[in-house]
T-cell receptor, first 115, second 114 residues
Framework: DTGVSQNPRHKITKRGQNVTFRCDPI?????LYWYRQTLGQGPEFLTY????????KSRLLSDRFSAERPKGSFSTLEIQRTEQGDSAMYLC?????????????FGQGTRLTVV | GENVEQHPSTLSVQEGDSAVIKCTYS??????FPWYKQELGKRPQLIID?????GEKKDQRIAVTLNKTAKHFSLHITETQPEDSAVYFC?????????????FGQGTTLQVKP
């Protein structure tokens, strides 16, 4: 499968624990996005990387959230001190381009449940 | 701020009928409008997109129309089939940020009854 890959697919964690998710984008894509989707809602933008540079972060991304994309390849999203409100599907997407909107390809997501 | 409103939230049609989903956007600098289909437990997949320099685009049974003046765009599915049943999301991307980030609508659950 040469599409966007996310791991793990599911994660159950206790409140207060830290979790890390990984996204492997399509190899030639320079753009990488993280979105969060809760039940019955559309995906909400969290953060954007162009190559290895994190160029935009949403106000939704509290200081408990951090994302990296070392070497401009895979990306990780870490949530520290998880809260029940963090329970959601975390989607990664990648695309090509440097200006404006272009077709974004989504991964299957990591479903996080905080108990 | 940036906002995309989508209607209706649910839509039920008979197989063979047409379905129309409508979205409005708030940012006048929006210039790229994709539509995604998401089946239960699966990733969102792009089905059609349109740019602001075009008023209409068609791909087989799917078409999208854009009215920049009114800031709304619509998805039209003709001759619906049961496999069209899914959640559909509209989205908009603005030229202001140049990141290509998407602002999504709330989604429409389409049910096509055989």
């Amino acid at each position: 499968d040469t599409g966007v890959s996310q791991n793990p697919r599911h994660k159950i964690t206790k409140r207060g624990q830290n979790v890390t998710f990984r996204c492997d984008p399509i190899s030639e894509h320079n753009r990488l996005y993280w979105y969060r989707q809760t039940l019955g809602q559309g995906p909400e933008f969290l953060t954007y990387f162009q190559n290895e540079a994190q160029l935009e972060k949403s106000r939704l991304l509290s200081d408990r959230f951090s994302a990296e994309r070392p070497k401009g390849s895979f990306s990780t999203l870490e949530i520290q001190r998880t809260e029940q409100g963090d329970s959601a599907m975390y989607l990664c997407a990648s695309s090509r381009g440097t200006r404006g909107g272009t077709e974004a390809f989504f991964g299957q997501g990591t479903r996080l449940t905080v108990v | 701020g940036e906002n995309v409103e989508q209607h209706p939230s649910t839509l039920s049609v008979q197989e063979g009928d047409s379905a129309v989903i409508k979205c409005t956007y708030s940012d006048s600098a929006s210039n790229y409008f994709p539509w995604y289909k998401q089946e239960l437990g699966k990733r969102p997949q792009l089905i059609i997109d349109i740019r602001s320099n075009v008023g209409e685009k068609k791909d087989q049974r799917i078409a999208v129309t854009l009215n920049k003046t009114a800031k709304h765009f619509s998805l039209h599915i003709t001759e619906t089939q049961p496999e069209d049943s899914a959640v559909y999301f509209c989205a908009a991307s603005s030229s202001r940020s140049n990141t290509g980030k998407l602002i999504f609508g709330q989604g429409t659950t389409l049910q096509v009854k055989p």
